[in-house]
């Protein structure tokens, strides 16, 4: 079935340097992504989004690019900071309201 | 205001209990859904409601039942849950764009324990 998967489940990092998250898609016909950020105890917090029509596009310290070709998708963080210490989803959607969350990415900033 | 709201925060209930999830939303979104996520895992979709209709029950067993009273509201009522249905309930509306999807906007969720 189609699934979002990514390719690291942690990623620990020193603060200051920039962090990279990957996301593999395999639906071909998702049109929308998500990167959603989850810290503990809460509920997931929307970071950035892109359509299909773009290959990337930037926010506050983050980034975000799509590779339609490899269905591939990536979360660039700036200058991570401990702040930044949280679960990383991917999320793709399907046939309209239906968004499907991968895996999830847990990102560990050591000050 | 981009807040979603969930109440109660924490909730305990034996498997005979009946019991309801609260959700509210004042951004004017015409999309909310409940989505259950499990430790270590990500939010599954369960319930979407569009402009207060039921449009997208994901096979999810009986003793869940969504509500929608108004555009602002969404409940889940809770019925002879297992164990198993332990998890954290979280409740998202989004700006239903025609043949579009916007942005979810997710509550801090409901960590439900069966006993």
């Known amino acids: 079935g189609e699934s979002v998967g990514l390719h690291l489940p942690t990623l620990s990092v020193q603060e200051g340097d920039n962090s990279i998250i990957n996301c593999a898609y395999s639906n071909s016909a998702s049109d929308y992504f998500i990167w959603y950020k989850q810290e503990s105890g809460k509920g997931p917090q929307f970071i950035i989004d892109i359509r299909s029509n773009m290959d990337k596009r930037q926010g506050q310290r983050v980034t975000v690019l799509l590779n339609k070709t490899v269905k591939h998708l990536s979360l660039q963080i700036a200058a991570t900071q401990p702040g930044d210490s949280a679960v990383y989803f991917c999320a793709e959607n399907q046939r309209g309201f239906k968004t499907i969350f991968g895996a999830g990415t847990r990102l560990f ?3 | 205001d981009t807040e979603v709201t969930q109440t109660p925060k924490h909730l305990v209930m034996g498997m005979t209990n009946k019991k309801s999830l609260k959700c509210e939303q004042h951004m004017g979104h015409r999309a909310m859904y409940w989505y259950k996520q499990k430790a270590k895992k990500p939010p599954e979709l369960m319930f979407v409601y569009s402009y207060e209709k039921l449009s997208i029950n994901e096979s999810v067993p009986s003793r869940f039942s969504p509500e929608c009273p108004n555009s602002s509201l969404l409940n889940l009522h ?38």
Request: proline fraction near 5%; hydrophobic fraction near 35%; charged fraction near 15%.
């Open chain 2, 78 to 115: 809770l019925h002879a849950l297992q164990p198993e249905d332990s998890a954290l309930y979280l409740c998202a509306s989004s700006q239903e764009t025609s043949g579009f999807t916007d942005t979810q906007y997710f509550g801090p969720g409901t960590r439900l324990t069966v006993l």
């Open chain 1, 109 to 111: 900033v050591k000050a």
